[in-house]
């Protein structure tokens, strides 16, 4: 076959990317350029600004989270046997091919006024508290769905290092701590860089979560943006919110994947 | 082995962590009670027989694997002949290519959703079925055409270049020759593919049309003006279809990989 045939072959799927996405995306965004001061004027808004403020500040304390419970726990299964970690994470790809509407769903009926809590807590005559529709809940929410992420994405890093390297470190008479923080966290560092930035852009860019959890009360960005399109139809307010939606996903994913290619780079030459 | 007692605490909080909310929302399902609650007052399938009575809920359902089922289907032969193309490309080109098609995978899902009803809907008024369908293919593609061009490439060329030479026409050497390695790689495209557009949310809402309701849609609306066990009753139902999900595609490539040994 000339290689012209092979080219046909891509025809269907760049009409859809390229024409009905890329395109188009980028036909919305350029003209939101040409008035660069409503994006002084967003910002100036103490609505919108409340809102920008709350999605990063709670994408930034999810991913940290994530972190926290994800690293240790990756690096636990490593050190199973190869059947115990294999069950165990085709058990934690499990919740992340379950749909978030039922994840969201499953802390709705934890935290609500009349929730699993909320329930116990009456139960023991102590006053019922507020759980549902805060920034804690979004977090919660957030954590639990990129948590499987993290943990996911981790794995392969940690069983790469190596059982050899490990125990070298502890025959040497590494104290367990030590070996994490010194032997362990380097090694995984370029790759815990790439996960953390896959769960901030995730969880800054998601929406049934916030919105399940959160409700009208705390607004994350993609409420915010489907506010304005569903109630207001104002497509350039709405064009304006997307751009900083993708500056904040996609732009600095690839900010951070440049900055883990070159923390690597250094470590290769250090070796 | 060289296990700390603190990195075990932290690993069996993080799995409880996961796990207990989907274990609670079971356990409710089947509970007679008519709130949400653990207090057990006997077994009940009730909820389960409410889910079908409840005709948003199944119409929902039934527009939801309809449309996943023909938009993955449409995707895995878009993304078998663009993988046959991208294998063939040269490499840089292919490379940039195959990038390409991935980035819709990286765009947040409430932007392209807004982007495809502003572009198709709005501006050029494409029906909403047809807009749908193409929101659910760019959902579908990043997948389909990663897992099958990298199941692609560690196909052995020599064999189906045998077959040609030996005169089997080009479409029949595919079809006989390498199809049938590549049926691992595109059982998980398939799997991978309809869960992501039958969980979609952000596309979905935008491009459903009015009077349309996909199923994740239905069941965030029935939760937000209901709140009773029905919930949880599907919730229960989405992740036993997930679970038979994951047997059916371990059993189909765990079964190829040991006839190969």
């Known amino acids: 076959m000339k290689k012209t045939t092979y080219f046909l072959f891509l025809i269907v799927p760049m009409i859809l990317v390229v024409g009905a996405l890329l395109l188009p995306l980028v036909g919305s965004l350029l003209p939101t350029f040409l ?9 100036q808004d103490e609505y919108n600004r409340t809102i920008f403020y709350r999605s990063i500040r709670l994408s930034l304390i999810t991913t940290v989270l994530c972190i926290l419970l994800g690293l240790p726990t990756s690096y636990w299964l490593s050190l199973l046997s190869e059947k115990k970690r294999r069950l165990l994470n085709s058990l934690i790809l499990f919740p992340l091919l379950t749909n978030a509407v039922v994840r969201g769903f499953a802390w709705i009926t934890i935290l609500s006024k009349n929730g699993i809590i909320n329930q116990a807590l009456k139960a023991i005559h102590l006053p019922t508290i507020q759980l549902l529709y805060t920034d804690a809940a979004i977090v919660i929410g957030s954590v639990y769905l990129f948590l ?3 943990v996911n994405t981790l794995s392969p890093v940690m069983e790469n290092i190596g059982s050899e390297t490990i125990e070298a470190a502890h025959t040497l008479g590494a104290k367990p701590v030590v070996v994490f923080l010194k032997v362990v966290l380097p090694l995984s560092f370029s790759g815990l860089l790439i996960a953390g930035v896959m769960v901030f852009a995730g969880s800054i860019s998601a929406y049934t979560t916030p919105t399940l959890l959160g409700g009208n ?21 709405a064009s304006r919110i997307a751009f900083i939606m993708l500056i904040c996903s996609l732009g600095v994913q690839k900010l951070f994947s440049i900055i883990s290619k070159k923390v690597d780079r250094r470590e290769a030459q250090n070796v | ?16 962590f996961i796990f207990v909310p989907l274990i609670l929302i079971m356990i409710t399902a089947f509970n007679e ?15 389960f027989t409410k889910v079908f009575k409840s005709r948003s809920l199944t ?23 663009a993988s046959i193309a991208l294998v063939k490309i040269p490499g840089k080109l292919s490379n940039a290519l195959l990038s390409m098609f991935l980035s819709s995978s990286l765009i947040p899902g409430i932007v392209m959703g807004f982007v495809l009803f502003r572009f198709l809907v709005v501006k050029l008024a494409i029906p909403m079925n047809t807009s749908l369908m193409c929101g659910h293919l760019l959902i579908i593609l990043p997948y389909s055409i990663r897992l099958i061009s990298a199941g692609l490439k560690e196909c052995d060329v020599s064999i189906e270049e045998a077959a040609r030479t030996l005169g089997c026409k080009p479409f029949k050497a595919f079809v006989i020759v390498v199809l049938p390695d590549l049926k691992g790689a595109i059982l998980s ?14 596309v979905s809402m935008y491009l459903k049309g009015p009077g349309m309701n996909t199923l994740p849609y239905a069941m965030m609306n029935y939760i937000e003006y209901n709140y009773d066990p029905t919930a949880s009753a599907l919730s229960v139902m989405l992740m036993l279809v997930t679970v038979a999900f994951m047997v059916i595609i371990d059993l189909l490539t765990g079964k190829k990989s040991d006839g190969r040994k």
Do not use: C
């Open chain 1, 148 to 150: 499987p992420v993290m």
């Open chain 1, 35 to 43: 008035q660069p001061s409503e994006y002084v004027r967003f910002f």
């Open chain 2, 189 to 202: 495209a398939f799997m991978m593919g309809f869960i992501n557009s039958f969980n979609n949310i952000p």
């Open chain 2, 59 to 81: 119409s929902a359902l039934k527009m939801s694997f309809s449309l996943s089922l023909k938009a993955t289907i449409l995707g895995i032969f878009i993304g078998i002949l």
């Open chain 1, 217 to 237: 009360k705390k607004m994350m960005l993609a409420s915010l943006l489907y506010q304005q399109t569903n109630a207001l139809s104002n497509w350039d307010a």
């Open chain 2, 1 to 16: 082995m060289y296990k700390h007692r603190g990195l075990k605490a932290i690993a069996i909080l993080t799995l409880l």
């Open chain 2, 33 to 47: 009670a008519d709130i949400i609650s653990l207090k057990f007052t006997g077994v009940s399938l009730k909820w």
